[in-house]
C-alpha cells in the first residue's frame, strides 16, 4: 500500500514537472509571436507615415491607427487571462489525484502515526 501510494506521488509529480515545463515553453512562444507582431506593425506605420508624405491629417490617422494596434496587441498578449493546458497532462493529473488513496485514513495509516508518534 505504502508502495502504491508513493509510486502514485512519483507520477503526480512527473505529471506537474512536465505541466509547469509546458507553461515555460508556451509563456516563450507567446513572447516571441508579440515581438513579432508589435515589429509587424511598427513596419506598417512607418510605411503608411512614410507614404503619407506631407499630408499631416494622414500622418496623424496612420499614428492613431498604430497606437491603437499596438495597445490592443499588447493588451490581449499581456492582460488576457486565459489559460491553455495539454488535455492530456491536465486528464493524467485529474485521474492520479481522483485516485491517490487515503493512506492515513487506513488501518496502514494508523500505523505509521504511531511510528511517527502523531495522534
Known sequence: MI????????????L???QNNFIWIATEERSR???KLL???H???QKAHHDAGNDEEKKKAALDTFNNTKAGATKFYTDEQYFYTPVKTANGLKFAIDHLQKIMATT????LKKLAKIS
Do not use: M
Request: hydrophobic share 40%.
Open 3 to 14: 508502495n502504491t501510494f508513493y509510486n502514485s506521488c512519483v507520477l503526480i509529480e512527473d
Open 16 to 18: 506537474i514537472v512536465k
Open 33 to 35: 509571436v508579440a515581438q
Open 39 to 41: 515589429g509587424d506593425i
Open 43 to 45: 513596419i506598417q506605420f
Open 108 to 111: 496502514c495509516g494508523s500505523k
